[in-house]
Structures are given as C-alpha cells and as structure tokens.
C-alpha cells in the first residue's frame, strides 16, 4: 500500500527534494495535498503530474485563478491554507518543509489529527517545542527528523537506551565563513553568505548556517526530540560533512552516521521508517576517495549566535520563541541589504535582554510573543 503524503512547502529545497523520492518512487508513495507559497509554475507543475485533493498557495487571487484550471483540485490560501493542507484526513505522514515558525500552526493540527510527521521545520520545535512534543505524546503520534544531523542521531539512537546516553554530538560544516574571523565578517556580502560549501540549502536556512544561529536551532531541537538536556548536546566543527551526528554512550561507545551530504537520504528514510528503501541517483559514500576528515573545537566567541541558541534553550519558556523570531526578521533584513551580516546576532542578543521570559507559556502566549519580537525587531531598525 502506498503512503499517502502531504508537503508542506513544495517549492523549496527540502520540498523539491521530497518530491523527487516521490516522482523516483511512485509505487510507494501517493502526494495527497501541499502547499507552495507563490511559485505558481511549481503548483501547475506538481498538480498536473499527482492531482492531489487539496493545495494551498499564498494568494487568494492565485487560488481562484488555479481553481479554473484545476477545477477537480480544492485550492485554499493563506495561513489557514497550510493548517488545511497539513491536517488533510487522507494523509498518513506529513513532511513539514516550510521555513519559520509559520510551520507552528499546522503542526499542532496535524497531529491532533494523528498524522505522522515528518519534521524539517525545525522552527516549530524552536518556538514552542515544550507544546509540540507533549501534543505528540498525548496523541501518540511520530515525530520523525529530516534534519541529516536529527535523522543521524535517530538512527544511533535506534534500539538503545536513552538513559544510557552521555551525549549527543551534533556536526557543523561551519558554513560560508568558517576559514573567516569575526574581524573579517564586517563586510561580508548576501551573495557570499549564500554560497555554502557542502549543502544545496534555502536561502534562510544558508543564511543561518553562515551564522552558526542554524546549529543553535538544531540543539534546541535535539533537546526536544530526545530529551537530552543541553548540558548533555556538544556541536563539534567538522568541514566534509560526512559524520552526520554522533551519540556518545556511558561506556564510551560512540555510535555515527555517516554518508554523503545528500538531503534525500535523510528525507527518504522518515518517509520510509521503520523499512528503508533504495536510492535513485544514488551518491554512495567512499572514505578511501576523501582520505582524511576533520574535527575542530567549536568556538563560541567566533559563534556567537551558537552561544544565545544555547543561552535561549538553557533560559526555557518563551526565550527560545524570542531568539527565533528575532532572528527570522534579522536574517530578512540581512537578505535585503538593510543590515549587516554581524547585525543579525547583534539584533537577536538584544531582543532577548528585553524580553521577560515566561516559563510555561500556553500556545496564545508564544503566538503574542512571537509577534510582539518581530515588530521589536522591526523598529529597532527603524
């Protein structure tokens, strides 16, 4: 039987990457509903190939055009869009590739109505990962990580005991500017943030890794996935990409995963979990070709926005809310040309010496907080 499959966020570089495992495995799987934002010739694209029951777009104008075209396709729109879409009743996994915390909303809803997700926005877990995680235990659904460093350490994971845990090491490729000091940093460029030396990524989620600020994401995440307390979660450099993540055990055992740096294996294998299933076009890995791979320290005085995801996580509550907020907006105006690079963790640090954190926040208080950091944001620009 084939899985049924909602994605969110088809037009972007998680989503397209699902998508090709999808169109690469069409006995497996069937793409029953997603979403795309306003890449009209990506919607026309997918729906003429799959026909799937339900697409959201951002527009209104742009569902009532494709409504016309598509007339056996419901089209919805907007914020609600992507909760319809997400919560669609025929889906048996969803994979949420949106970026940002737009992705809260329609996580919440699918799996209240028990759909398995498969989680790339890790956003979500930043923002209000306390609400996700215990949604996900009261409705006993899977939450299944897409993240190659999440899925690595899944896997390491896989079949052992939890308490026998002593850490979790989480690999960073370091990003655009890792052979950059912070003196070097002043008058980098959007072009050359943007130029990754490992990954084909988001615009957003390159911008982050040049930070580090998306290592900072990931830590908070692995501390809500496997309930790791972050005194227990080490991120160690390492350049090729090849070790995905480690677990370090109480016998000093350590458990990897490793591979080339494809996104679609990771993608694949939480479409697929428990069973896995052979790769198209595959990019196998062969260590005698590379040779040596390297590990370094990481420094959190060159990282800066590593050490606030770390201070945000530690903090609790509603600060890890404010440190992404803060940081979505930072990183658009970054990609605007409104700030610099060494800005974004300037405006981050001091949206979260403002903020009074509150320790259980229900999901309206994080939604309020939210909102509130990003005006914040906005006007300390201003």
Do not use: C
């Not at 037009?11 to 793409?31: A, R, V, Y």
């Not at 598509?70 to 914020?79: A, L």
């Not at 460029?189 to 990931?218: C, F, R, Y």
């Not at 903020?355 to 208080?365: F, Y």
């Amino acid at each position: 039987m084939r899985r049924k499959i909602s994605l969110l966020g088809a037009s972007g570089s998680i989503g397209t990457q699902t998508m090709d495992i999808i169109n690469s495995n069409p006995e497996k799987f069937e793409l029953v509903s997603f979403s795309v934002g306003l890449n009209m010739d990506k919607v026309r694209e997918i729906a003429s190939v799959h026909s799937p029951k339900i697409v959201s777009v951002m527009r209104f104008e742009d569902a009532v055009l494709l409504k016309s075209e598509f007339p056996k396709i419901e089209f919805v729109h907007g914020d609600e869009g992507l909760v319809e879409v997400a919560a669609f009743a025929g889906a048996d996994i969803l994979v949420n590739a949106v970026i940002g915390s737009v992705g809260l909303r329609p996580t919440l809803q699918a799996i209240r109505a028990g759909i398995t997700i498969a989680i790339s926005n890790k956003e979500t877990l930043v923002a209000a990962g306390d609400i996700v995680m215990a949604e996900a235990r009261k409705y006993n659904v899977p939450l299944l990580p897409v993240d190659s460093e999440h899925s690595a350490l899944f896997q390491a994971l896989n079949g052992e005991n939890i308490d026998h845990v002593s850490r979790l090491i989480l690999t960073a490729s370091g990003g655009s500017f890792r052979d950059l000091t912070r003196e070097e940093l002043s008058g980098v460029t959007v072009e050359q943030a943007l130029a990754h030396p490992n990954w084909s990524m988001g615009n957003k989620l390159t911008i982050d890794s040049a930070t580090m600020m998306n290592k900072g994401l990931e830590v908070i995440e692995a501390h809500h996935l496997f309930g790791i307390p972050y005194d227990k979660i080490d991120v160690l450099l390492h350049r090729e990409s090849i070790i995905h993540s480690m677990v370090e055990f109480e016998d000093t055992s350590v458990i990897a995963q490793l591979g080339s740096p494809d996104m679609r294996v990771p993608i694949q294998y939480a479409l697929t979990y428990p069973e896995r299933l052979t790769m198209q076009n595959p990019k196998p890995l062969r260590l005698e070709e590379i040779g040596k791979l390297h590990f370094e320290k990481m420094d959190f005085q060159r990282y800066k926005a590593l050490a606030l995801a770390y201070a945000a996580g530690k903090e609790g509550g509603t600060m890890p809310t404010v440190m992404n907020a803060a940081n979505e907006i930072a990183v658009g105006l970054f990609m605007s040309g409104k700030i610099p690079f060494l800005k974004i963790e300037d405006l981050v640090e001091r949206a979260m010496n403002n903020h009074q954190t509150t320790s259980v926040p229900n999901l309206e208080a994080v939604l309020e907080v939210d909102s509130l950091t990003r005006k914040m944001v906005y006007g300390m620009v201003e």
